[in-house]
């Protein structure tokens, strides 16, 4: 057997120790250790062609144009010499699960790297339990940990509500994580951007928790639930990526479905439109596997991509909601 190079030696020593790194410190500890690995960048036109391609979201869609138009304009008069107006870059976003709110958050990320006012533009998502500690003097720590992460790019955090969830409690420690938040977005104001986001109502009472959140987060961006449209829209996508095709009767049956469904807090829009699309998935293998009159070996590819309105029927009951004639009467809960 040939003799190994000394050098494939050494890089096989180097990867073996940067797996033991990963497994004892994590990830966001290993990735200090390497070169970071990030993704070609894309042009400005391009990333607004991938906004303009999302399903719905019209609203958002026009509110974020507005915002970068401004933000190019400010740009402009600064290389003018003119006064640039102070604005907070920050965002909030306010919505239902499901409408959209992290995929628009990592676009914006990339187009802030774009225009130049981001060096790396990535995003790093957070929620409560990435930022507050169990223990005193944890949490500045973990909240220090996560900004620092995020650091030339976006700091999208998830639920942020749940942060200042206890607040009056001295047990809870959520509000030091805000408050070490606000410091840290002052320091490092030129390199990060925080975008917040959660239920409307809820995220309303989180901003007023703070005299300095207001402050800081002078722009909301309101993602509305999707239509029963964008809906079945949604779940055409899903089936064109996974190679199946939806019947007439099964859309007519998904149709039914999606327009019993109240679009209160807690629907889970896109979330429960891909949760109702796998167990129709489920649903059509039992469906073949289980057929008497055609074994699984005579299927064509036509009935490998096909499903059925009996698929449907049975995803929603797989749902726990019973019939589909049950989910029009009551609205569809993420499980908890």
Not at 166 to 179: I, K, M, S, T
Not at 199 to 205: A, F, H, Q, S, T
């Amino acid at each position: 057997m040939p003799s190994r190079n000394p050098l494939e030696d050494a890089a096989d020593a180097l990867r073996q120790l940067g797996e033991r790194v990963r497994q004892t410190v994590g990830d966001e500890f290993a990735e200090q250790f390497g070169p970071k690995q990030t993704e070609p960048p894309k042009t400005l036109e391009e990333l607004q062609r991938e906004l303009d391609s999302l399903t719905g979201l019209e609203s958002v869609k026009d509110q974020v144009r507005a915002l970068l138009a401004f933000l190019e304009v400010q740009a402009r008069r600064q290389e003018h010499g003119l006064a640039e107006v102070a604005t907070s870059q920050h965002l909030v976003f306010l919505g239902n699960p499901g409408t959209g709110k992290t995929t628009v958050a990592r676009l914006l990320a990339q187009m802030y790297r774009a225009m130049g006012l981001l060096k790396r533009g990535h995003l790093v998502e957070v929620d409560r339990a990435g930022l507050v500690g169990e223990y005193v003097g944890t949490t500045a720590i973990k909240t220090d940990r996560a900004v620092k992460r995020a650091l030339d790019g976006v700091l999208f955090i998830d639920e942020a509500y749940a942060l200042t969830r206890g607040h009056g409690d001295e047990r809870d420690f959520g509000p030091e994580a805000v408050e070490t938040l606000l410091k840290r977005m002052e320091d490092y104001r030129h390199r990060l951007v925080v975008i917040v986001a959660g239920y409307p109502v809820l995220m309303r009472r989180f901003l007023e928790s703070n005299p300095g959140l207001r402050s800081r987060f002078s722009r909301e961006i309101v993602f509305p639930d999707y239509s029963t449209q964008e809906l079945l829209a949604i779940t055409r996508r899903f089936a064109d990526v996974s190679e199946y095709e939806l019947e007439p009767d099964a859309e007519r049956e998904l149709r039914g479905v999606f327009d019993g469904v109240a679009r209160g807090e807690g629907f889970g829009n896109a979330r429960f439109a891909r949760t109702l699309f796998e167990h129709a998935l489920n649903a059509q293998a039992v469906r073949l596997a289980g057929s008497r009159e055609q074994p699984l070996d005579s299927l064509q590819p036509h009935d490998l991509k096909a499903l059925a309105a009996s698929d449907i029927v049975a995803a929603a009951q797989a749902l726990g909601e019973g019939s589909v004639a049950a989910i029009r009467r009551r609205p569809w809960r993420r499980p908890a």
